[in-house]
Each structure stands twice: as C-alpha cells, then as structure tokens.
C-alpha cells in the first residue's frame, strides 16, 4: 500500500453513463497525477494538479472528462457518456515537490 | 514523434540469475528516466531512476544503465526472486526542470520467474 487512495476499485456501467473516481493521494503530496492504463500497455498521462490548480491537461482528456481538486487534497476524475473505449484503469499518483511518484492500485473502469 | 518501447514483451528467468531488460526511446531531449514495476492488479511501483547526466545507477539489486548515444536504457535485476516476477516498464520525462510533469511510458516487458 502506497498510501495514495482511490475509490471505487471496480466499476462496471453501461455507455452513456457518467463516472466518478476519487483519489486521495498521500497527506501534503501537493502534486497529483492522473493516468489511464488500456490491458497490455503502459499508463498514458491525462493531467496534473499542483495543490488545486489544474497545470497540464493531456489531448486524451476530451471534453467529456474532467478532473478537479478543489482544496489542493483529494480529487476526482469524472467521465460524462462513458463509451465503450473509455475501459481502463484510471491511475492516480501523487509526489511531494520532485520526489518519487508514488501511484495508487487504480480504479477499473467497464464500460458495456 | 516521441514513444518509449521496449525490445521484448516477455522474459523469462531462472530464479537466481541475472535479468535484464531492455528499453528504447526516441526523444533525445529525455532527461530524466525511470523503472516501474507493475504486479497483477496493483498500481506501478517506483524501482530506479536516472539522469540524463550520469549513465549508470545501483540500487539494492538492480542497476539501471544509460546510453545516449543510441537512446537506450536497462535495467538489470540480479539474483533473481519468485517476487520479481512482474511488469516492467520504463518511462521517461523531458524537460522536468521547466516544469514538464509528463511521464511517457514504454509498453512493458513481463518478466517471469521460473522456481
């Protein structure tokens, strides 16, 4: 464990649905990633939080994604009219200045 | 365009012995690069990082090797262990000193172990 948190593990729903995924990332890390995981292949980076503010947005994050950290602590990754091809694993990730980036166990997303 | 990949998908070792894995990129302004290891259901796990400025790093039984030269980094894993069998990913950030926070990750190599 980690330390960096995220709920739900697990989520199956059908296309058209909207998501949420929360991340809780280590107490006073105040960057905070997030990165999606396809089977087989490596984490692809989505956007990045330094304490609240939203620095770096990936062209993966379409408009129907987005993600939020209002007071610099937790945050969430909401997918509005899930499709198909949003199956993944959301990895969240959290470091301390230029520290090591430590991720969490992910949420994994069904869409059917 | 900028990708990270790997020569091999999958790996297998004798438990106690030497492995290595092998890794190439394509953005020469990469600078800084790192080593995950991914186990079944789990999130990656941090093993070993390297500058652009040094080419070769030890940690507790791994060391990772940097060339430049050819865009190419290793990592090697010694005396092998049932635990590290896993996925092994290399990934590899440009320009972190101007505030880029973009890790590009290779495809993984799986690394099995056999007893």
């Known amino acids: 464990d980690t330390g960096v948190s995220q709920n739900p593990r697990h989520k199956i729903t059908k296309r058209g649905q909207n998501v949420t995924f929360r991340c809780d990332p280590i107490?006073?890390?105040?960057?905070l990633y997030w990165y999606r995981q396809t089977l087989g292949q490596g984490p692809e980076f989505l956007t990045y939080?330094?304490?609240?503010?939203?620095?770096?947005k990936s062209r993966l994050l379409s408009d129907r994604f987005s993600a939020e950290r209002p007071k610099g602590s937790f945050s969430t990754l909401e997918i509005q009219r899930t499709e198909q091809g949003d199956s993944a694993m959301y990895l969240c990730?959290?470091?301390?200045?230029?520290?090591?980036?430590?991720f969490g166990e992910g949420s994994r997303l069904t869409v059917l | 365009g900028e990708s990270v990949g790997l020569h091999l998908p999958t790996l297998s070792v004798q438990e106690g012995d030497n492995s290595i894995i092998n890794c190439a990129y394509s953005?020469?302004?990469?600078?800084?690069f790192i080593w995950y290891k991914q186990e079944s259901g789990k999130g990656p796990q941090f093993i070993i990082d390297?500058?652009?400025?040094?080419d070769k790093r030890q940690g507790q039984r791994v060391t990772v090797l940097l060339n430049k030269t050819v865009k190419h980094l290793s990592l090697q894993i010694a005396a092998t262990q049932p635990g590290d069998s896993a996925v092994y990913f290399c990934a590899e950030n440009s320009g972190r000193a101007f505030g880029n926070e973009k890790l590009t990750f290779g495809t993984g190599t799986r690394l099995t172990i056999i007893p």
């Open positions: 939080f330094q304490n609240e503010a939203q620095l770096e």
């Open positions: 107490s006073e890390h105040n960057r």
């Open positions: 990730a959290s470091r301390a200045g230029a520290g090591e980036l430590f």
């Open positions: 953005n020469s302004a990469s600078d800084y």
């Open positions: 390297i500058r652009s400025n040094m």
